[in-house]
């Protein structure tokens, strides 16, 4: 991994993967299935989020914000640095988790981790909740939004930044912003795509 800007949100550096990186032996090394390492890249979703929390600092200042899905932390970082009163990342990928800290450690923002799937559970106790790309999969979108559900009811915000992905519930989500961000991905060459943050009710 080396540490490099983030395409299109050059305010923070990340470490992030490369062709020589090597990220084949994290799957050699697992004792169960291994899960794809998506933590290693920034995708669409995250980036808009990012970049929007950053250009409107006020959507998360004095607030207690989960990253949920938080792969590399990029999401939780930028609230961090946008002055969230707290920042929590839930992460399933044990990497994952360890990236998150190692990136908020060397962009000098405090956030904690949660290695856990929280989709399951009842609402957590934070005011907003940010979800990037977390609708490429009919099941999990499925658990995601059970548990946004829960979350609104409880009188939680959440905004969801997404590039379109095939699973969005566009039933349920209000416009709130767009960029042009680039869509990483599996580390392809960068093009900038049209994504949207909208919130979620």
């Not at 923070?12 to 299935?33: F, K, N, T």
């Not at 990029?74 to 707290?86: C, E, Q």
């Not at 609402?123 to 490429?136: R, S, T």
């Amino acid at each position: 991994m080396r540490i490099a800007s983030v395409p299109s949100v050059p305010e923070i550096r990340l470490y992030s993967a490369h062709p020589a990186s090597g990220l084949w032996r994290l799957a050699a090394d697992a004792d169960e299935d291994p899960l794809p390492p998506y933590w290693a890249y920034q995708w669409a979703g995250g980036l808009v989020l990012a970049r929007h929390i950053l250009d409107r600092p006020e959507t998360v200042r004095g607030r207690r914000v989960l990253d949920l899905g938080a792969g590399s932390g990029l999401v939780g970082i930028a609230a961090a640095k946008a002055g969230a009163r707290s920042v929590l990342a839930a992460e399933t990928d044990r990497n994952g988790v360890a990236a998150i800290r190692l990136n908020a450690e060397f962009n000098d923002v405090h956030v904690s981790t949660a290695a856990a799937d929280l989709t399951g559970g009842a609402a957590p106790d934070v005011d907003l909740i940010l979800v990037g790309d977390l609708f490429y999969a009919a099941d999990l979108a499925s658990r995601v939004t059970a548990f946004l559900d829960r979350c609104v009811v409880q009188g939680i915000d959440v905004l969801v930044g997404d590039p379109g992905r095939a699973h969005l519930p566009h039933t349920r989500l209000r416009l709130v912003a767009e960029h042009a961000v680039a869509d990483v991905g599996t580390g392809s060459a960068v093009a900038l795509k049209p994504s949207a943050v909208f919130s979620f009710g």
